[in-house]
């Protein structure tokens, strides 16, 4: 009787654990995809570094990273194209000047995170590149609809020579 | 007979493939150590995000990484004081203009990477922070002799209340 009450036991603990986990997960993945279906990356936080760049024009900081594939390619100086499966993360703030060093600007306010999504066949369309964003700490999908796409790609025309892309990887030792 | 040379065989692979990765790893450790005796932290090109700064007064960008311990004090809000084993890298890069978008200043001739490695024992005479810095792609370790540090430890003063950091970890969703 003892053994049916401890297995008893193991199972309740076994799908309350289960249960546990689905809660967690649906938590992990309540951000709504872009307009045009992407999902937002997982993990993208902690991805390695590509680039930094700052803008007059908005005043805002920017850093690139990038998931395995594309920091490999990054590194192999393979990114002209960047290989099928490289995605870029964007993650955008305001500036904000520092109290005790006024010369040296940081972020600020998160203003969105951006991603482009190497897929040559699939988005054949817009330079075999997936535009998705999201826009600040709420994490909204920017846009109207799908075709916000065609803001983010028409910008990116200037770099065709580049393969759509304004990110050169930082040289670092 | 044939076991011995067998055996033979077998020694003589293992002593020259330990003598490979012995000259792999002297290659992978050339780096020599900074002039206070702290050796280049291992893998930080691979280190997450902590946060992104420009300077105007020298014309530098700047992205701080930090290692496993650093990161999740970061993103926990535990950094003052930062515990104990944090490292922080920062690593800047002169501006350059970007061709295709000017308003966009971007990471050129990298300049060094600099390091502050916390233990509040170990250095307690410069805040509990041992500092460190490597010079340009070739990593040469700054300064004259291991007084350099005071040069370091004197600039983070103002950031005293701070845990003497100049870095506030970039929000991010």
Redesign the interface.
């Known amino acids: 009787m003892k053994k049916i009450h401890c297995v008893m036991f193991m199972v309740i603990a076994l799908l309350l654990s289960t249960a546990v986990i689905s809660l967690v997960g649906a938590q992990r993945t309540e951000v709504p995809p872009a307009l045009n279906g992407i999902r937002l990356p997982d993990g993208y936080?902690?991805w390695?570094?590509i680039?930094?760049?700052?803008?007059?024009?908005n005043n805002t900081?920017?850093?690139i990273?990038g998931n395995d594939i594309a920091v490999q390619a990054a590194r192999s100086g393979s990114t002209n194209p960047w290989p099928d499966g490289s995605i870029l993360a964007k993650?955008v703030?305001k500036?904000t000047a520092?109290e005790?060093?006024p010369?040296?600007?940081?972020?600020g306010?998160?203003v969105h995170?951006e991603f482009m999504i190497k897929d040559a066949k699939k988005y054949a369309a817009t330079g075999g590149w997936g535009f998705a964003r999201?826009l600040?700490?709420?994490?909204k999908p920017y846009g109207k609809d799908a075709d916000f796409v065609q803001e983010c790609f028409s910008c990116h025309i200037?770099?065709k020579h580049n393969d759509y892309v304004?990110t050169?990887p930082?040289?670092?030792?």
């Open positions: 936080r902690n390695r570094l680039s930094s760049t700052h803008r007059t024009d900081l920017r850093v990273l993650l703030w500036d520092h005790q060093w010369a040296a600007t940081i972020p306010a998160f995170a999201w600040g700490m709420e994490q200037p770099v304004y050169y930082a040289v670092m030792p």
